[in-house]
């Protein structure tokens, strides 16, 4: 059975850092792309970051650019979110979701884990 | 980036209805469209990929249509665990994107 599963989530003043992180299993990791999709309070979903098979390869939402950081290490079968420089606006849901361009979307997504930016 | 714009924001259904969501994109995206469900305080789940495939496991009262800039996601037959809010999202070019999502209610 495929699971996602993320943690690290958690309350952190504007200006912090946090980081996330996704354990992966029930897949063959180092196949498929990953993905972090996030969901504001009451808002729609919105695709943040996507880091190909191998780790080579990175695209990030140009909201996030130059403040977050995707990275996975297929022999642990996990992934990582770096969050820096966080803004009252990145508040929210964080899901980690298996796939991406290439694999036509997100078959599998996580529960997701909340991040609360405030003072 | 591409835009997706999804219609309607909101919907009022009964029970055997028949439903119809459309996503317009900014610019073609041949059929690289899914359609995703999300139940309150729930992941959303895939329910159609590349605009037409039948996600394994949902069930055939589902259907999705279209290609290049206009799409469309149909229940054939509302039924009570349908009630939740629908999204597109294109994988044609990063950054995906998702349309602003469609609730359905109960009327």
């Known amino acids: 059975e495929v699971q996602v599963l993320e943690s690290g989530g958690g309350l952190v003043q504007p200006g912090g850092s946090l980081s996330l992180s996704c354990a992966a299993s029930?897949?063959?990791?180092?196949?498929?792309?990953m993905s972090w999709v996030r969901q504001a309070p009451g808002k729609g979903l919105e695709w943040v970051s996507v880091?190909?098979?191998?780790?080579?390869?990175?695209f990030y939402a140009g909201s996030v650019k130059g403040r977050f950081t995707i990275s996975r290490d297929n022999s642990k079968n996990t992934l990582w979110l770096q969050l820096n420089s966080l803004r009252a606006d990145d508040t929210a849901i964080y899901y980690c979701?298996?796939?991406?361009?290439?694999?036509?979307?997100?078959?599998?997504w996580g529960q997701g884990t909340l991040v609360t930016v405030s003072s | 980036d591409i835009q997706m714009t999804q219609s309607p924001s909101s919907l009022s259904a009964s029970v055997g209805d028949r439903v119809t969501i459309t996503c317009r994109a900014s610019?073609?995206?041949?059929?690289?469209l899914g359609w995703y469900q999300q139940k309150p305080g729930k992941a959303p789940k895939r329910l159609i990929y590349?605009?037409?495939s039948l996600q394994g496991g949902v069930p055939s009262r589902f259907s999705g249509s279209g290609s290049g800039t206009e799409f469309t996601l149909t229940i054939s037959s509302l039924q009570p665990e349908d009630f939740a809010t629908y999204y597109c999202?294109?994988?044609?070019?990063?950054?995906?994107?998702f349309g602003g999502g469609t609730k359905v209610e109960i009327k």
């Open positions: 979701a298996k796939g991406g361009l290439t694999t036509a979307g997100f078959d599998y």
């Open positions: 029930g897949f063959t990791f180092s196949t498929y792309p």
């Open positions: 880091i190909s098979n191998s780790g080579g390869t990175t």
């Open positions: 610019q073609g995206i041949r059929n690289d």
């Open positions: 590349s605009a037409s």
């Open positions: 999202l294109q994988h044609n070019s990063y950054p995906l994107t």
